[in-house]
């Protein structure tokens, strides 16, 4: 017991000092190529600790390598501007004045509802609302708002339509109908709910559509009853 105890704290002690000379304190900061080495590290501390039979040494040696190996690719990331984008990755922007960028969306394995939520987390409810937004390379999500955004967002806007679907759910939460919306859309000259790539309303009656390949536009309407929310 006492062996594997110090076995664990000399591993420990050599894992602090090779993060702290790789320079990143938090893993949201990583790329992703230091995300996949803070993750080798890892697993191969591991082995030694957790193991008697195998020596310490291995251990080291196998952590040392791999810190050796982040300071090459770190190098080749700085010097050669080609390599970077392979490497390191590069910003996608997923919104731009036109509106979604659904292509980069796909890229990047992600659809309307996550981008949504990064808009949400980052402070911004309404599409509309931004002029540009991306992800960056190790995927944290940046976005430029318009000047005006706030007077913008006064309301919750939820997903109607995503990707050529009615959302069900939300309809039935907010007592509207797929009808009611098919003839806003017919109005707009979209005879296909398919070709939508997204339909949002707020509680004021403002809706942000966006045609797949089309820029996006905005509308107010009334809904029945008056209803607000």
Same mark, same amino acid.
């Given at each position: 017991?006492?062996?594997? !105890?110090?076995?664990?704290?000399?591993?420990?002690?050599? +894992?602090?000092?090779?993060?702290? +000379?790789?320079?990143?304190?938090?893993?949201?900061?990583?790329?992703?190529?230091?995300?996949?080495? @803070? %993750?080798?590290? /890892?697993?191969?501390?591991?082995?030694?600790?957790?193991?008697?039979?195998?020596?310490?040494?291995?251990?080291?040696?196998?952590?040392? !390598?791999?810190?050796?190996?982040?300071?090459?690719?770190?190098?080749? #990331?700085?010097? %050669?501007?080609?390599?970077?984008?392979?490497?390191?990755?590069?910003?996608?922007?997923?919104?731009?004045?036109?509106?979604?960028?659904?292509?980069?969306?796909?890229?990047?394995?992600? &659809?309307?509802?996550?981008?949504?939520? /990064?808009?949400?987390?980052?402070?911004?409810? /309404?599409? #509309? /609302?931004? &002029?540009?937004?991306?992800?960056?390379?190790?995927? !944290?999500?940046?976005?430029?708002?318009?000047?005006?955004?706030?007077?913008?967002? @006064?309301?919750?806007?939820?997903?109607?339509?995503?990707?050529?679907?009615?959302?069900?759910?939300? %309809?039935?939460?907010?007592?509207?109908?797929?009808?009611?919306? #098919?003839?806003?859309?017919?109005?707009?000259?979209?005879?296909?709910?398919?070709?939508? +790539?997204?339909? @949002?309303? &707020?509680?004021?009656?403002? %809706?942000?559509?966006?045609?797949?390949?089309?820029?996006?536009? !905005? +509308?107010?309407?009334?809904?029945?009853?008056?209803?607000?929310?």
């Amino acid at each position: 017991m006492l062996l594997v !105890t110090i076995r664990t704290a000399i591993i420990f002690i050599v +894992l602090l000092i090779i993060m702290r +000379l790789m320079g990143k304190r938090q893993i949201g900061e990583m790329q992703p190529f230091e995300l996949v080495i @803070t %993750l080798l590290i /890892s697993e191969l501390a591991c082995i030694p600790m957790a193991d008697a039979s195998i020596p310490l040494l291995y251990g080291i040696v196998a952590v040392v !390598t791999i810190f050796v190996l982040h300071e090459i690719m770190t190098l080749l #990331d700085l010097k %050669l501007k080609p390599l970077k984008s392979f490497i390191s990755g590069k910003p996608s922007v997923v919104i731009n004045k036109n509106g979604i960028d659904d292509y980069q969306l796909k890229r990047n394995n992600l &659809d309307i509802s996550d981008l949504i939520e /990064s808009l949400r987390t980052a402070g911004y409810f /309404s599409l #509309d /609302s931004i &002029d540009y937004a991306l992800y960056e390379a190790n995927g !944290t999500f940046s976005a430029l708002p318009k000047q005006d955004y706030e007077q913008m967002q @006064t309301s919750l806007p939820i997903v109607i339509i995503d990707n050529g679907s009615y959302d069900e759910k939300n %309809l039935e939460v907010l007592g509207l109908s797929c009808e009611f919306f #098919d003839g806003i859309l017919e109005e707009q000259g979209v005879k296909n709910v398919k070709k939508v +790539l997204v339909l @949002t309303a &707020d509680g004021t009656g403002k %809706l942000y559509l966006q045609v797949k390949n089309e820029k996006f536009r !905005t +509308l107010k309407v009334e809904y029945p009853g008056g209803k607000v929310w």
